[in-house]
């Protein structure tokens, strides 16, 4: 009599069209009996299993997949041949498709990017991966994942189990390499010979932090400015190179010694990082023709762990010149006062002024009167000595006073009027 019943189907492959399951129905009335008849109904009958109605065996006619579909219930029944009149009541079959091992992993996601700090400390995480298995999670280890790394050792490893990615390698420096391409590898079947796998790459970007300090250039820098460079403005530039990059590359510059009378102040420019050295005073040539300052560029911040006991600072030499500059004669006095009795004889000599060049050279000076304040032309000077004389007679009822001006010219700039 036919019951109810689960066969189970252990595929070792995938099952063909027309393979024999190991199991077939059968009924007491099939003992010598030529005239019953089996018939199958239910999910896939007719179209995925078949039934041989005398022997009740059962048969696949499709290759089966337990991925797309895992259980089938179908009804068996026997009947008389002739008549197809039924001789027991239905009976309930299940059919169970148990998996094999043929999918191959996949990751969820991918490729995938990730970014690290550089210089972390062995252990650290940098990301994680997911792969899933479609096979049966429950049955065997078709599902089973373990994971490796294919290409990125041995900066990198990867927990097996969890699919963590950590750094592997100590002092992993961005300066030297910035960019990592990571393959990771889950096979199933536990990782054992024969499983099945998928591969994913993974990008890793080490990130900067503040491990390098700023170093000059030079260490010795020479400019020459002019005396009459006026105040604010730039004599000259340092630079100060960092490796790092960004807010980690950002330094200040200060003047530590050489600038006892406060003449110079440094500043940064924001968008080169250079040092820009400026007046602050004015300079002199005559009092002091050149000066010699040490100067420190040191970041903005700095993480102690990778000082190693160094400052992240450097100096440097900063020597300058200052240029003379053509300066006009300075008189001895701002203002002469002469006094002249009014009879006084026509040439002569009623004062002298006299006037010296500031400048190094201390060119020879020439003496003018300006005849816009001596229209009458009362007086006259040594164009050389600046000894003044009486061009015409005086008047003291006329004029009580005579205002008049006199201008020194150095010799390079001497102009006939």
Known sequence: MLGTSKINLSLAGPLEECVSCPHHLHTDLDVGNKNIKYILAGEGAGTIFAINERTGDIHAMKRLDREEKAEYTLTAQVINRDTNEPLEPPSEFIIKVQDINDNAPEFTHGPYHATVPEMSQVGRSVTKVTATDADDPVYGNSAKLVYSILEGQPYFSIDPNTAVIKIALHGMDREMREEYLVVIQAKDMGGHMGGLSGTATVTVTLTDVNDNPPKFSKSIYEFSIPEDLGLGKAGGRVKANDRDIGENARSTYSIIDGDEKDIFKITTDPETQEGILLLKKPLDFESKKSYTLKIEAANVGFDPQFSSGSPFRDTATVRVTVEDSDEPPVFSLASYLLQVHENTDVNTIIGQVSAQDPDA????????????????????????????????????????????????????????F
């Open 361 to 416: 050279a201390a060119s020879p000076i020439r003496y003018f009167i300006d005849r816009h304040t001596d229209l009458e032309r009362q007086f006259n000077i040594n164009v050389d000595d600046g000894k003044i004389t009486l061009a015409k007679p005086l008047d003291r009822e006329t004029d009580m006073w005579h205002n008049i001006t006199v201008t020194a010219t150095e010799v390079s700039k001497y102009i006939l």
